[in-house]
């Protein structure tokens, strides 16, 4: 049967043909249809058609002409709903510091594999592993939405996989000195078992709201901005559970008016959106239903009353903490990575960690916050030598 040209022969007999006449504003194509009894009439009457006769469209060459900025604030404005305020702050504060800068006038249509390579190969003389990536993401982002809305006919961009290093280290692997050195500038750090004792000695001893709050990030694997909103009242002793309903973060503000701060603290839901229930360790739970009768059930964990600590505080009482242990000065979230290698190495089911983190995936949980130590690492590999018995 006779086709092409965009002519297709319909079910009731009818020959039709599409054409594109245009554009709508936001880069929506629009096609006419022109009907016939046979191929040739269908065909004729749409090679006849004079496109110059709908106004209300776009053409091509007026939609590919939007510029960098543009097609940037489009993918923010129409991306906001579906993000947390957090995440809109970081890719627009990503977009403003470093991207815009070099691709505000550049046409969309006009940006090439150079423009990407240039500006990347740049800002790695002093951006993070981890903020090249964001800014891989936002780029990747806004070329995909200038594709669906058919402002780019396909991505021109090869974009790197991430070179972040994942490499675990303890006191007992490696020096602090050797932490700093270029090979070990994105090591990942977690505690040894003889450091997790000396930690949990020191924050029972000197007891306090924030070391009760450190504790629980310890032996829970919970984010630092989770465990800003948690409350009393969100420890469940009889099930010996914990309710992780919301979580205090400070974000940049996105439009900042003078006079005004340019980050502001707030409370959202969880990463993720998503509120989960994770279990006491017992031996944790005993401990914290002791300290728990000195508070009400309103009052904030980690500042002891009803009002929120904020991150950067509850992060400035961990460094203390680990300037009275004679401990390196390292990130809070090493805590989590610390209580996700323990976990493993315990044996504890990949997924059931998966749903106690909070990730969206078991991927996440293998691929980022587990770190087998070296020791067990060589137990492991010391039951492939006894069951071969090959010595």
């Not at 049967?1 to 599409?18: F, L, T």
């Not at 390196?328 to 976990?343: K, Y």
């Not at 990730?359 to 590999?381: A, F």
Request: proline residues 4%; glycine residues 4%; hydrophobic residues 35%.
């Amino acid at each position: 049967m006779r086709k092409g040209a965009n002519v297709y022969h319909r079910s009731d007999g009818r020959w039709e043909a599409h054409l594109l006449v245009g554009y709508s504003s936001n880069g929506i194509p629009h096609y006419k249809s022109f009907y016939g009894h046979s191929y040739k009439e269908a065909y004729n009457k749409k090679m006849n058609y004079k496109i110059d006769d709908e106004p209300t469209f776009l053409k091509k060459q007026e939609i590919i002409s939007l510029t960098f900025l543009e097609v940037s604030d489009l993918w923010l404005t129409d991306n906001q709903p579906y993000w947390k305020p957090s995440t809109y702050a970081k890719y627009q504060n990503v977009l403003d510091s470093y991207i815009l800068p070099a691709w505000r006038n550049k046409l969309i249509s006009s940006l090439q594999q150079s423009d990407y390579d240039m500006l990347r190969e740049y800002l790695e003389e002093f951006l993070s592993q981890s903020t090249l990536d964001t800014i891989t993401t936002v780029v990747r982002g806004i070329c995909k939405y200038a594709v669906s809305k058919h402002f780019l006919c396909s991505i021109s961009f090869v974009f790197p996989k991430s070179t972040r290093k994942k490499i675990l280290f303890t006191e007992v692997d490696l020096t602090y000195e050797e932490m700093l050195s270029d090979q070990y500038d994105d090591a990942i750090r977690i505690f040894s078992k003889e450091e997790m004792v000396q930690i949990t000695e020191y924050l029972v001893c000197h007891s306090s709201p924030s070391h009760i709050g450190i504790l629980i990030a310890l032996y829970e694997g919970m984010r630092i901005g989770e465990l800003c909103a948690l409350r009393w009242k969100d420890l469940d002793f009889v099930r010996k559970t914990i309710y992780i309903l919301r979580t205090y973060h400070r974000i940049s503000q996105p439009e900042t008016v003078a006079g005004k701060p340019k980050t502001v603290l707030r409370f959202d839901l969880p990463k993720n959106r998503r509120t989960r229930l994770i279990p006491m360790q017992p031996q944790l739970a005993e401990y914290l239903w002791e300290m728990s009768q000195s508070y009400s059930p309103d009052d904030y964990i980690l500042s002891g009353n009803r009002q929120p600590m904020e991150p950067r505080s509850c992060s400035n009482h961990f460094k203390r903490l680990l300037k009275a242990c004679n401990l390196p000065d390292i990130n809070f979230h090493a805590l989590r990575h610390t209580f996700a290698s323990n976990c493993v190495e315990a044996g504890i089911d990949i997924k059931v960690l998966s749903e106690i983190l909070g990730h969206s995936s078991v991927k996440i949980t293998m691929d980022l916050y587990v770190h087998l130590s070296m020791q067990y690492k060589q137990q492991q590999l010391s039951i492939l030598q006894i069951q071969n018995n090959i010595f």
